[in-house]
T-cell receptor, first 114, second 112 residues
Framework: KQEVTQIPAALSVPEGENLVLNCSFT??????LQWFRQDPGKGLTSLLL?????REQTSGRLNASLDKSSGRSTLYIAASQPGDSATYLC?????????????FGGGTRVLVKP | NAGVTQTPKFQVLKTGQSMTLQCAQD?????MSWYRQDPGMGLRLIHY???????DQGEVPNGYNVSRSTTEDFPLRLLSAAPSQTSVYFC???????????FGQGTRLTVV
């Protein structure tokens, strides 16, 4: 059974510092991995989708890396801002999973202090 | 630019009541899913659909029914609400296998 882990569960950094969020998964037979942001009481906003054949994907200040063989992905957020405060979730899509099912990690709650 | 729309945003039910959570998407996506989010449990798949007329069970389907009569809509029915169904429910859609998923804003359900 695929397990997805995000450590730490919570992170607090001063504004301007780079954020490094970790995601690990046990089954490397994945289509891709998707990073989401969730604000309190809100839905999930897709940040990046990184395919299993890719090593990294970038969007603005966000960069996600993927090492499928070791079962790890890292989301980097450069020059953090208070508006980056949210919970960040990673989710993997297994090749054998039906319905395009996502298996989620527990999330990392980020607080960026001004 | 609606994407995935869920209604209602909040709902309080009494034990034993029934209700339908609505989900609609305007992206012509074939795949739609329902997840529930609970503290300490993360997001878990309830039911999913790979196209109109085709649905299947996810990890935690008990107590829920779904149907998919159109590409756009994928309602989730609670037949007899129980306190264990208190949760935040999310609907998601995607274009096909391995494609990016888009989520609605969620329905926060409390069963008393």
């Amino acid at each position: 059974k695929q397990e997805v882990t995000q450590i730490p569960a919570a992170l607090s950094v001063p504004e301007g510092e780079n954020l490094v969020l970790n995601c690990s998964f046990t089954d490397s037979a994945i289509y891709n991995l998707q990073w989401f942001r969730q604000d309190p009481g809100k839905g999930l906003t897709s940040l990046l989708l990184i395919q299993s054949s890719q090593r990294e994907q970038t969007s603005g200040r966000l960069n996600a890396s993927l090492d499928k063989s070791s079962g790890r992905s890292t989301l980097y957020i450069a020059a953090s801002q208070p508006g980056d405060s949210a919970t960040y979730l990673c989710a993997v899509r297994l090749i054998k999973a039906a319905g395009n099912k996502l298996t989620f990690g527990g999330g990392t709650r980020v607080l960026v202090k001004p | 630019n609606a994407g995935v729309t869920q209604t209602p945003k909040f709902q309080v039910l009494k034990t034993g009541q029934s209700m339908t959570l609505q989900c609609a998407q305007d992206m012509n996506h074939e795949y739609m899913s329902w997840y529930r989010q609970d503290p300490g449990m993360g997001l878990r798949l309830i039911h999913y659909s790979v196209g109109a007329g085709i649905t299947d069970q996810g990890e935690v389907p008990n107590g829920y029914n779904v149907s998919r009569s159109t590409t756009e809509d994928f309602p989730l029915r609670l037949l007899s609400a129980a306190p264990s169904q208190t949760s935040v429910y999310f609907c998601a859609s995607s274009g096909g296998v391995g494609t990016e998923a888009f989520f609605g804003q969620g329905t926060r359900l409390t069963v008393v």
